[in-house]
């Protein structure tokens, strides 16, 4: 089963001054092309730690994304953490050099050398329309914070991650969770393969619980539901999709 | 400095079924008490994921927080999580089983009896008009998942959260941060204990970066302030908050 891990990387996140869209973002996206995305960590700009993390996560998944911390200023090191996690030095990339003089039309200056500047050894995809390519050193590809520019780039290069999709039903349920965990636990000891999600409403709607049946296995998914549904009084019962 | 790690727990996060706002509210609202939240990390509904973070975070941490997994179904597991991480059995806590007998006018059933179950030792605040308490393991502030409820309780026992807060100033900057990156350094060279932030608009606004000056001394950031006026050209400079 293939495994992804999230690094989110900027003080303006954890400050509370920027939202992050991003990981939700990658989230929806892998989880739809059957990658399981295991775990997200949001950590500042500072090299130790962006080494230490990216070392952690690239060991343990099969592939690790990061967002932000790529571009030309002072608090954009996630080229020297992730330099620094595969021990290898930064360099400037002349093919990136040239094609930053090629768009702006003019030599390259000292920031802009700086934004060329990769771990030795880093791949690039040319992804058709995005002058700057995406850059992956390892199993991780790195991509920067601004959320337009990340969904492009990973869009171009999303056929190559590739899991088996997970089945989704949803049960809308018209009973407190408390009134119903008996029932699930023992759908859970009959199906125990079964990704099994009970997300309670505060506020008023038809429901007070939405149900969430998956499996990689459609027919096990089919069986679980049909099982549940005999299990729930017919009344208790909102509507399945 | 007081610190915080925000843990989110939660499947329906990282299958991107839900966005998570619970860590930006409580990164905005730390940050405005003057509390470094300097990680979040959101992990599976998972015992031992949840023991070894919560371990990790509480050992690294003046606070930690967690969001979600405190209901009463079978993938609400972040009690347990927490005992192991502190090593203390879990057990049902009669003052809670009271309160929920008190509010439903019957006798707890099983499941209503697993959410009163609490790590051994686990410390209760009562809130007003909450009537299930917050739970603090340690230096571990546990809340649930649902936003309105997490922030409600958040809310009763922020007095005890104070740090010595940040004063920002935001400078709006009709240039590319590849152009000003030079003069940003050369900001930080002369004020090396600043906190300095440059985010780039990709759309069409009447600036193209924000800056952001912070710091806990008020007389430093207004140093800094007027030393990175003076650096730039007065026409580059669209507005000063």
Redesign the interface.
């Known amino acids: 089963m293939a495994t992804a891990a999230i690094i989110?990387i900027g003080?303006?996140?954890?400050?509370?001054?920027?939202?992050?869209t991003n990981?939700?973002y990658l989230?929806?996206?892998?989880?739809g092309l059957g990658v399981?995305?295991?775990?997200?960590?949001?950590?500042?700009d500072e090299i130790d730690v962006i080494a230490a993390e990216v070392r952690a996560q690239s060991d343990s998944h099969d592939w690790v994304f990061t967002s932000g911390g790529v571009?030309?200023?002072?608090?954009d090191l996630t080229m020297d953490g992730v330099s620094k996690a595969f021990g290898v030095p930064i360099e400037v990339n002349e093919s990136i050099v040239a094609r930053i003089e090629r768009a702006t039309g003019h030599a390259a200056?000292?920031?802009?050398r700086?934004?060329a500047s990769l771990p030795q050894g880093a791949h690039l995809i040319d992804t058709g329309d995005l002058w700057f390519p995406v850059v992956v050193v390892g199993n991780v590809h790195i991509f920067p914070g601004?959320p337009?520019?990340l969904q492009k780039k990973f869009d171009s290069i999303r056929s190559r991650f590739q899991g088996v999709p997970?089945v989704l039903r949803r049960v809308y349920v018209r009973r407190k969770?408390?009134?119903i965990?008996?029932e699930?636990?023992e759908l859970?000891e009959a199906h125990p393969e079964l990704?099994?999600?009970?997300?309670?409403r505060?506020?008023g709607t038809e429901y007070e619980v939405l149900l969430?049946l998956?499996s990689r296995d459609a027919a096990y998914v089919t069986r679980a539901l049909e099982a549940l549904l005999a299990r729930l009084p017919a009344d208790a019962v909102h509507k399945v999709e």
């Open positions: 989110v003080n303006e996140i954890l400050s509370g001054k920027v939202v992050d990981s939700p989230c929806r996206e892998l989880r399981d995305v295991d775990r997200i960590v949001v950590i500042p571009g030309p200023t002072h608090d200056n000292e920031s802009q700086k934004m601004i337009e520019l997970f969770e408390s009134d965990a008996q699930l636990n859970l990704m099994l999600g009970s997300y309670p505060i506020r969430t998956e």
